[in-house]
C-alpha cells in the first residue's frame, strides 16, 4: 500500500508530536525534529527543506545535512540539496556524496529539468523523488507533467518500474502510482481534516485521538498502483 509520510518540523507544537507517535513521518532538515522524539515514530524520511529554503532564498549546507542524515535512523534520505537552478548534474552528486557516506539518500527529479535526467534516474536508481516547484502542486500544468513523468517511468502496463516518492503529492494518490507520498496539510489549520479543525469541531478530544482520526482518513483515502491514462507521445517532449 502507498505510504503516507506525515510532515513534522522542529517548530511544530508538541500535541502534533503526540499525534504522530507509531505512524510515518517526514522530518525536515531546515527545521528538523527534536531528537528525543525520533524513537517514537514508526519510520522517518529526511527531507532536506530545499523547497522551503528555495522560497526564502537561502542554501541548505551539504556536510551538515549528511551529518544530520548520519545521526539518526532514517528510512530514506532526499538528496536533492537545491532546487533554484535545476541543475541535475548537482544533485547526481549531492546523493551520491551522500550515498557513498552510508546515507540512504535518493534522488529527485524537479520541474523543467531535462526529460533524459528522468530516464538516468529511472535506469540506475531504485527509489526516487518527483517534485514540482510550482506554489500550488494540485494545478493543470502539474497533472500535465506528472503524466508526462510516469509514461516515462511505468512499463507498458502501467506499472512504475521503480519506487517513486511524491513530494507535496498527497492529493495525487488517487491518479499516480506513487511507492509514497508525504502530507503537511495534516496539520495545517484550513485542511478539511487537519488537527486544527478537528480540534475545533471536536474539543474534548485528546491529540491521540485526533491523530487517529486524521491518520484513518489519509489510510482510507483511494490509492493507484496503475497508470491507467494512456500515453500520448506529442505530450512527452
Known amino acids: ?20 507517535k507509531n505512524q510515518y ?28 529554503a528555495w ?38 552528486a549531492d546523493t551520491e556524496y551522500l550515498r557513498r557516506l552510508g546515507v540512504p539518500a535518493i534522488p529527485a527529479y524537479h520541474q523543467s529539468e531535462p526529460w533524459e535526467f528522468l ?23 502539474v497533472t500535465d507533467w506528472l ?17 517513486v516518492h511524491g513530494f507535496r503529492f498527497t492529493s495525487r494518490m488517487a491518479t499516480f502510482p506513487f511507492w509514497s507520498v508525504d502530507s503537511t496539510s495534516w496539520a495545517q489549520s484550513n485542511g478539511p481534516v487537519s488537527m486544527t479543525s478537528i480540534g475545533k469541531n471536536l474539543p474534548w478530544l485528546l491529540p491521540l485521538e485526533i491523530g487517529e482520526l486524521v491518520v484513518k482518513y489519509y489510510t482510507r483515502l483511494p490509492r493507484c498502483t496503475r497508470l491507467t491514462e494512456p500515453k500520448q507521445q506529442q505530450l512527452i517532449f
Open 147 to 163: 503524466y508526462k513523468c510516469f509514461w516515462r517511468i511505468c512499463d507498458d502496463e502501467g506499472r512504475p518500474r521503480v519506487r
Open 119 to 141: 530516464d538516468h534516474l529511472v535506469a540506475n536508481y531504485e527509489y526516487i523523488g518527483l517534485g514540482c516547484t510550482e506554489e500550488v502542486s494540485t494545478s493543470g500544468s
Open 55 to 92: 522560497q526564502q532564498g537561502k542554501k541548505i549546507d551539504r556536510e551538515a545535512y549528511a551529518d544530520y542524515a548520519l545521526s539518526g535512523d532514517f528510512d530514506a534520505v532526499a538528496g536533492d540539496l537545491s532546487i533554484a537552478d535545476a541543475d541535475p548534474d548537482q544533485t547526481l
Open 25 to 52: 513521518v517526514l522530518d525536515t532538515f531546515f527545521a528538523p525534529i527534536p531528537y528525543k522524539w525520533h524513537p517514537h515514530f514508526r519510520s522517518i524520511f529526511l527531507d532536506s527543506g530545499a523547497f522551503s
Open 1 to 20: 500500500m502507498m505510504r503516507v509520510y506525515f510532515g513534522l518540523d522542529g517548530k511544530t507544537g508538541f500535541a502534533r508530536f503526540e499525534a504522530m
